[in-house]
Each structure stands twice: as C-alpha cells, then as structure tokens.
C-alpha cells in the first residue's frame, strides 16, 4: 500500500508541476504583448492592400482631399493607378457628377473618385482611418 501512496504521489507532483509550466508558458505571450504595448502605446500595425483603380477620363491628383489644395500633376483618361483607401473631402461637380469622395492614392496624394472608373471611389473597398 506504500508503494501505490508514492505513486500516486509522484503522479500528483508530475501533474502539478506540468501544470505550473503550462500557466507559465500561457502567461510568457502575454506579459510580453503587455510589454510590448507599454513600449509602444501610439503604434498600431494595420497592413493597407493597394488596389488599382483607372481613369476614365483625364483630371487633376492633388495634394489633399478637395479642389483648394494644389495640383500635384494631371492624369490622362484609362491610365492605372495604384490606391490605399476612400475618404470623404470636398464636393465636386464635373462631368456629371456630383460626390465629396477622393482616394488617397499610394503616393500620397489625392483624386476625386468622378474621375475614376466604377462606383464613387473607383472600387476601392478600404475607407481611411
């Protein structure tokens, strides 16, 4: 009866140590993300998809989200460009459009999405944030 006791025991302490070391490894990831937070409050990873959109006609890609802001170069009808997210801006009224939705583009400028082929932002699915 001794012998099956210790066994029992050695059993017990095997499992309870087990334990221990899996609510150890458990807790590691976490205290680490909580470090890493507190290291890095403002930062945020968010991975953006670029898309193309085209023109379909030619117009102005300007510098932000309206027609008051500079003109950062002109682009031809059917030409591809490379697009991060939608945003609402300024009202445009061309062409018989009349919308506030811009793209931002990969380069960091804008364009009224009238000027695009598709919906209202050139099938851009991504809103910014």
Not at 45 to 60: D, E, L, R
């Amino acid at each position: 009866m001794q012998r099956r006791s210790s066994r029992l025991t050695t059993k017990l302490a095997a499992a309870a140590a087990v334990a221990l070391v899996m609510a150890g490894a458990a807790a590691a990831p976490s205290a680490a993300a909580s470090a890493r937070s507190a290291e890095q409050p403002a930062a945020q990873t968010m991975s953006v998809q670029a898309q193309t959109v085209t023109t379909w006609i030619n117009g102005n890609v300007r510098i932000g989200p309206s027609t008051g802001y500079s003109i950062a170069y002109t682009v031809a009808a059917n030409q591809s460009l490379s697009a991060e997210c939608w945003l609402v801006g300024g009202f445009v009224n061309a062409n018989g459009v009349y919308h506030d939705k811009w793209v931002l583009l990969s380069d960091g400028n804008y364009i009224w999405g009238g000027l695009l082929k598709g919906n209202e932002v050139g099938n851009v699915s991504t809103p910014c944030f």
